[in-house]
């Protein structure tokens, strides 16, 4: 560790929250995200209104972030951002921030992959939370990704097993839309299943060979499965929205419990951490616990906070980075798509 404290401010805007923090060392001092609600009456994230929101939160979000660390924009040592993936528009509006910041306090700009970030942020010096220890599985699951990463060291890391279509977020939200729940829809999926029984109402598993994975197939199962029932009982689903919301996310746990358990198999690696928005679900936390004990996995579930988009898990990587001196230039693109 260095021999002075080594501030990073890291910026993240890849979808549709504007987010901050700064990091002394591998300590979270500050994290701060500004949510954007315009896109609830559109039942999802609306890119232009996206990028338009980043530009009016990113000043006063750094603002904040830089506030309640109780420094100067002089004491940073760098300023890290997401580079991608992600919007294009979004991504542009905090790559373009940072490049400023950083040339005009003329300090190093640190570009930072989003799904890298959500792995490492089990590196965030957090008390009570255990780092695992390489090499081990990670399991990134938000709305756009469902990936299924071997990790060897920060950044060596090597997709094993990833969704052929729908991420799982995505599965979890169009689900909600079909059921007529308001948008984001896959937190009140996790809310109603929690009052339900998993075993109420039976779907059919996709068969992927490999550790890859398939929603699209459950999605339209559930389609059909509602229009059928609801030509019968237009009061279906109010009537057993519990039963059908738990069942549901029973069968999703399933598939990436048994692909996750493949992989273990597979690699001999029993460490395993989940990451990514989706991993805020608490069936699938409480799933994982009970792997732990059933087959002797280590586990690894990161804080709430550090679950969702934010920028803690930039200021990690940033940090990392930082140290092994990875820095960037003002030629650096933002990248909509981009692989480990």
Same mark, same amino acid.
Request: hydrophobic share 40%; aromatic share 8%.
């Given at each position: ?8 401010? /890291? ?18 001092? *500050?994290?701060?995200? /500004?949510?954007?609600? $315009? ?24 603002? $904040? ?13 760098? $300023? ?36 890298? /970030? ?52 995505? /599965? ?19 809310? @109603? ?56 996310? @029973? ?27 989706? *991993?805020?679900? *608490? ?58």
């Amino acid at each position: 560790m260095p021999e002075k404290p080594v501030y990073i401010l /890291a910026i993240e805007s890849s979808c549709d929250d504007t987010a901050a923090a700064v990091l002394k060392n591998d300590k979270v001092v *500050s994290n701060v995200v /500004a949510r954007q609600s $315009v896109h609830e009456e559109y039942g999802g994230v609306v890119p232009e209104l996206a990028s338009r929101a980043h530009q009016k939160n990113i000043v006063p979000v750094v603002d $904040v972030a830089l506030t309640k660390a109780g420094i100067s924009r002089e004491q940073l040592a760098a $300023v890290a951002f997401t580079q991608g993936p992600g919007l294009m528009g979004s991504l542009l509006v905090g790559s373009s921030f940072a490049k400023s910041l950083a040339l005009a306090l003329n300090i190093p700009l640190i570009a930072v992959n989003h799904m890298q /970030a959500h792995i490492l942020a089990h590196f965030i010096d957090e008390e009570g939370y255990d780092k695992p220890e390489f090499p081990f599985l990670a399991m990134t699951i938000s709305g756009g990704h469902t990936q299924i990463v071997r990790v060897n060291d920060y950044f060596d890391m090597q997709v094993i097993g990833e969704t052929t279509d729908d991420a799982v977020g995505e /599965a979890f939200d169009k689900t909600a839309k079909i059921l007529g729940l308001p948008y984001p829809g896959g937190p009140l999926v996790d809310k @109603y299943a929690r009052e339900g029984n998993p075993k109420a109402f039976a779907f059919t598993k996709p068969k992927v060979p490999g550790l890859d994975f398939s929603f699209s197939g459950l999605k339209t199962q559930i389609l059909y499965f509602i229009r059928k029932n609801t030509a019968e009982n237009p009061e279906f689903v109010q009537q057993h929205i519990a039963d059908i919301c738990a069942s549901i996310q @029973y069968t999703i746990i399933t598939i990436l419990m048994d692909k996750l358990k493949e992989a273990v198999k597979e690699t001999g690696i029993k460490q395993v951490a989940i990451g990514g928005g989706v *991993s805020a679900n *608490s069936g699938i936390r409480e799933t994982l616990k009970q792997a732990e004990k059933k087959y002797g996995w280590k586990t690894f579930i990161p804080k709430f906070e550090y679950t969702t988009d934010n920028a803690a898990m930039i200021g990690i990587v940033g940090y990392r980075k930082y140290l092994e001196e990875q820095f960037t230039d003002a030629t650096v693109t933002s990248k909509a798509r981009i692989t480990f």
